[in-house]
């Protein structure tokens, strides 16, 4: 036999876990992105065009801001919700 190391399987199971939260977090982050662009675009895209006109571009920053800082809070009050202990039952 070979004196190959091998993790152990505690070791094993932790850095899949790592991983797959990783990934999880990855998917999440590209999902939130694939929501802000639908619906920015619907919102301030009326007609594509060779590039955007300033109107646009600031309704895209804006909407996008918007949607961050409403996604933060709704995040930050569940936290507290959990914190608090009350959970959602």
Do not use: Y
């Amino acid at each position: 036999m070979s004196d190959i190391d091998f993790p152990s399987p505690k070791g094993a199971d932790s850095e899949l876990q790592d991983f797959l939260i990783q990934e999880k977090q990855k998917a999440q982050f590209q999902a939130q992105i694939h929501e802000f662009n639908s619906f920015c675009w619907d919102k301030c895209i009326e007609k594509p065009g060779a590039k955007l006109d300033s109107r646009t571009e600031t309704c895209i920053t804006n909407c996008v801001e918007r949607f961050i800082d409403t996604s933060l809070l709704i995040t930050n009050r569940f936290a507290q919700m959990l914190e608090k202990g009350g959970g959602m039952h």
